[in-house]
């Protein structure tokens, strides 16, 4: 089983808005991550867990705050987002180093 | 530094003619090398990779890739395509601590 579940599939939220991304994976992988992927681009990474502690935070505003609760859960918490947030959001997982990446269908988030 | 170059964004074909994605790579390490597919709103989809065994690598659907070092390439093909070939396809390349270097990705059209 290759699966890596995300909700909800569409989101729309106000810029004064608190919500929250969830990823779930059941393949036993130590790493996970977040895109974001804007149309007609490649996805650009977020963040980077491994064996639950953050690793790469690629400069990432911090209305933007990631959290791993558990080996098999990843989420995302949103705060005070832009209208220029508004994109596909992408959650992977792996088992770490150079191993192949398992993406999620990822969060349609809209920002009014 | 290392690095993905897709070889045009837009790639049309007749369905059952031949399709030849470009993929050249930069990489001061043996690279580890990825084709993903796309559909419209959904996540990425492992086509093949490469990981040093192999230099030709066949994937699902069909697919397969050729790795090439003396020309830095790594093109995905498939003999005959098929309307339901039509997505969105990136090449990348894995930096490894879990770090993925998409090219800009292109997109096949496939005209019946």
């Known amino acids: 089983d290759t699966e890596v579940t995300q909700t909800p599939k569409h989101l729309v939220m106000g810029m004064t808005n608190k919500k929250s991304l969830k990823c779930e994976q059941h393949?036993?992988?130590?790493?996970m991550y977040w895109y974001k992927q804007k149309a007609k681009k490649p996805p650009e990474l977020m963040f980077v867990y491994s064996y639950e502690k953050l690793s790469i935070n690629e400069s990432v505003p911090s209305r933007f705050s990631p959290e791993c609760p558990n080996s098999s859960l990843l989420n995302l918490h949103l705060h005070a987002l832009q209208p220029e947030d508004s994109a596909l959001y992408l959650c992977?997982?792996?088992?770490?180093?150079?191993?192949?990446?398992?993406f999620g269908p990822g969060t349609r988030l809209l920002v009014l | 530094a290392q690095s993905v170059t897709q070889l045009g964004s837009h790639v049309s074909v007749s369905e059952g003619a031949l399709v030849l994605l470009r993929c050249n790579y930069s990489s001061s390490v043996p690279p580890y090398l990825f084709w993903y597919v796309q559909y419209p709103n959904q996540g990425l989809q492992l086509l093949l990779k490469?990981?040093?065994?192999?230099?030709l690598v066949k994937g699902i659907n069909g697919f397969e890739a050729e790795f090439k070092k003396s020309e830095t390439s790594f093109h995905l093909t498939k003999p005959s395509a098929h309307m339901s070939d039509a997505a969105e396809y990136f090449c990348a390349v894995s930096l490894g601590g879990g770090k993925l270097i998409f090219g800009q990705g292109t997109e096949l059209s496939v005209k019946p």
């Open positions: 992977a997982s792996s088992q770490g180093g150079q191993e192949t990446q398992y």
């Open positions: 490469y990981t040093s065994a192999a230099t």
């Open positions: 393949m036993g992988h130590r790493a």
